[in-house]
């Protein structure tokens, strides 16, 4: 099969890059052909006055990414386009192409960017689906991307397009998303359901199964208010100094962090920045179990199934598509979001029974084995590609014979 794949890398790589990477790499090691057409917005750095003045246009439709994948399409020939992300750089012009060269597209839900400008459903410390309940404009009022009306507004403005001509629900013939909660918010809010389909990331290569369990509670992430990093400091300011907790990662709270665990006299807390992706399983497997506290709606949590595959427990906050993936008490523990009380007990409870760590870290193990390795993934994969483009082939003879 020959895939063409289209993606707009971040400023700051995060989790979706990485998802992207593997899944090329995995496409092509199953003997596909694959090609790229790859922008970042990186490139906005290198963009004069008058260039910047015309983002907007550019973020609603950008001709130069219209004219390079029109042109990839004439020398690849692909099966199937599989967008992940078009924001900022490569626009959704590219959608408009692919439905004129009579190509299917498969797009990944990667975030929550064609419902919310912020991705997040997040804002002043709490879920928000206001651009969902109540408009887009609400966006521009409070500033949700970048803290810049303008720039709310541009991103608005490009939903609104998108929506008015209607390209998510007619020049994409196949949506992925990667938890059945995140379909099932897409699907709430207007997405046609009979072009979802459900497969998580994955993991991969194999991190490997660790021998025994570790010593010390584990974060890794970015270091941001959406991940419940003054919940995990709350809870540890409740529990016995003797449980160390060691943090993985970087982002703009960092100082903070530190300056409120230092005043808290929280010596337990070791913060290591950030780690290569082999330095990170290794302190996954010599932890005792993995916190993900976040407090906003998680459309997956890879940091958890990177645990998995370690045969680490998560303790896992009840939000999102975490409970999604994971079972309470089988392969970790549930808390409340936001509820620091909540988790300093289920740590507390997890740190006192040692052989229930090992069951369930077995447990997720054998889960990683089920759901989130490259075969399976492969597997699901195929089949949205195949049922895409069948799909798209029937379609296609119907017009014709109309």
């Not at 976040?294 to 975490?322: D, K, N």
């Amino acid at each position: 099969m020959k895939i063409l794949i289209i993606h707009n890398a971040y400023q700051q790589p995060g989790g979706e890059d990485v998802v992207v990477a593997r899944e090329s790499n995995l496409l092509m090691r199953e003997g596909n052909e694959v090609t790229t057409y790859k922008r970042s917005n990186h490139e906005l750095d290198s963009l004069s006055f008058l260039q910047k003045l015309g983002l907007v246009r550019r973020i609603v439709s950008a001709k130069d990414s219209k004219t390079a994948v029109r042109k990839l399409v004439h020398k690849f020939l692909p099966d199937v386009v599989h967008v992940h992300n078009t924001f900022l750089m490569v626009s959704p012009a590219v959608y408009e192409v692919c439905r004129e060269e009579n190509v299917p597209v498969v797009q990944t839900l990667h975030n929550y960017r064609l419902l919310c400008p912020a991705s997040t459903f997040y804002r002043n410390d709490g879920v928000c689906e206001d651009c969902v309940t109540h408009g887009l404009l609400r966006s521009v009022k409070h500033a949700c991307y970048r803290d810049s009306r303008a720039m709310s507004a541009a991103v608005a403005l490009m939903l609104k397009t998108h929506r008015s001509l209607q390209t998510w629900a007619k020049k994409v013939d196949a949506y992925i998303a990667i938890s059945r909660f995140a379909a099932n918010k897409f699907v709430k809010a207007g997405f046609p359901a009979n072009k979802m389909f459900v497969k998580p990331n994955f993991v991969d290569p194999d991190p490997g199964e660790r021998t025994r369990p570790g010593d010390y509670a584990l974060f890794v992430g970015r270091l941001s208010p959406e991940k419940g990093l003054s919940t995990l400091i709350q809870a540890w300011r409740r529990l016995p100094a003797l449980i160390p907790l060691m943090i993985v990662g970087d982002g703009p709270m960092r100082r903070q962090l530190a300056v409120d665990a230092a005043a808290a006299g929280l010596n337990n807390i070791r913060f290591v920045g950030q780690l290569p992706r082999d330095e990170v399983y290794t302190a996954m497997k010599k932890a005792a179990f993995l916190v993900v506290p976040s407090v906003w709606q998680e459309p997956f949590g890879l940091i958890a199934a990177e645990a998995f595959g370690c045969g680490t427990p998560v303790l896992g906050a009840r939000i999102g598509a975490i409970p999604e993936m994971l079972e309470h008490e089988v392969t970790g523990l549930q808390f409340s979001p936001s509820d620091p009380d909540d988790l300093a007990r289920q740590v507390a409870w997890a740190w006192e029974h040692p052989a229930h760590l090992t069951a369930m870290g077995k447990s997720a193990r054998k889960v990683y084995e089920q759901r989130y390795t490259a075969r399976a993934n492969y597997a699901s994969l195929r089949e949205i590609y195949a049922s895409t483009i069948n799909r798209s082939k029937r379609i296609r003879a119907l017009r014709a014979t109309a």
